[in-house]
């Protein structure tokens, strides 16, 4: 089992920066895909970000692919979300996800561990 918990959610304004962590503890996290998710009021949670175990391949949603950049260390069992240039349509519950598996994912079916999430709020 792997326990996931998110930090760094907050109120921004458009135009501004937020970085989210997510701490792992529990089964080696060096061996497991991470993921970031949202979901905003009303619709479905959606894919945001992915990193593979070595943080060799990442994969982002094409809504915020240049303004978002996903890491990880894991020496420190943590991912990260840094997030620039933020659009009120960011706005959302932000979690991190794990899968045991060592190929990125897109399909928030295919993760297996979740945190409980973290609020990101941009105002215009």
């Known amino acids: 089992q792997v326990q996931l918990v998110e930090s760094g959610g907050g109120l921004v304004q458009a135009g ?9 503890s529990g089964r080696t996290f060096s061996s497991v895909v991470m993921g970031w998710f949202r979901q905003a009021p009303g619709k479905e949670r959606e894919f945001v970000a992915a990193i593979s175990w070595s943080g ?9 692919k240049g303004r978002f950049t996903i890491s ?3 020496a420190k069992n943590t991912v990260y979300l840094q997030m620039n240039s933020l ?35 941009v105002s215009s």
């Open 72 to 74: 990880r260390d894991n």
């Open 87 to 121: 659009k009120p349509e960011d706005t959302a519950f932000y979690y991190c996800a794990g899968r045991r598996t060592s190929t990125v994912a897109k399909g928030a079916r295919e993760y297996d561990y979740w945190g409980q999430g973290t609020q990101v709020t």
């Open 16 to 24: 501004g920066s937020l970085r989210l962590s997510c701490a792992a």
């Open 56 to 64: 060799g391949n990442t994969a982002y949603a094409d809504a915020v």
